[in-house]
């Protein structure tokens, strides 16, 4: 049975369901969840990004949210993520584990892809004492210092990752990176700061 997804105006506002396929194929705002995942050694800031997997339709291989999938019509969103974080990353949180950091309208385009997203973001501070147990839509889960990260102006630069999985070392550039709006990872990594900074 097809994925329906409720679909929205320019406003936000929602005035439908359409299926998945034929929302990206025809540019309907949508709802998705992103959890970005991170913690904190001494002063450095951690953010875990999963890689997906080589099979995936749309940027396969690439390093991307820790946990991130579509909100179906219906669904609230909370239970969305648990659902997609137990699906993708295999860790069982509750809904109160979430930190919601706001929304953030994004628009991406990748061959036939008009993926326009009403991300719904959400942040979760991680203990090594949760296990990753990767489904098969993920390939790795990589650490990277949030600074690192930030600092990946062009495909020239180079950062250093390392696998939660394996403890194998990687190298990334922004070529390797699910490419998100300038505005979206400015807007996530300001949250995730702000959010620290309160611990």
């Known amino acids: 049975m097809a994925e ?31 959890c970005w995942m991170f913690y904190k050694e001494g002063e450095t800031i951690h953010l875990l990004l999963q890689q997906r997997a080589d099979h995936k339709k749309d940027f396969p291989g690439l390093f991307d949210i820790t946990a991130a999938g579509h909100i179906e019509a219906g669904e609230d969103v909370l239970m969305a993520g648990v659902r997609e974080i137990e699906e993708e990353v295999g860790l069982t949180v509750v809904p109160g584990d979430l930190v919601h950091q706001g929304d953030f309208k994004e628009e991406l385009k990748e061959g036939g892809l008009i993926d326009r997203e009403i991300c719904r973001i959400y942040l ?14 993920v390939q790795d889960i990589v650490s990277v210092p949030l600074d690192d990260l930030e600092g990946l102006k062009d495909t020239r630069q180079i950062v250093k990752v390392v696998s939660i999985l394996s403890g194998e070392e990687k190298e990334v550039t922004r070529k390797n990176l699910v490419p998100h709006e ?9 949250a995730i700061r702000e959010y620290v900074a309160k611990l």
């Open 4 to 34: 329906m997804l409720t679909i929205f105006d320019e406003s936000g506002r929602p005035y439908g369901m359409k299926e998945r396929e034929k929302v990206h194929k025809d540019g309907d705002w949508h709802e998705t969840f992103h």
């Open 124 to 137: 979760f501070l991680w203990t090594n004492d949760r296990t990753f147990t990767i489904g098969e839509e």
């Open 182 to 190: 300038k505005g979206y990872e400015r807007y996530t990594f300001h």
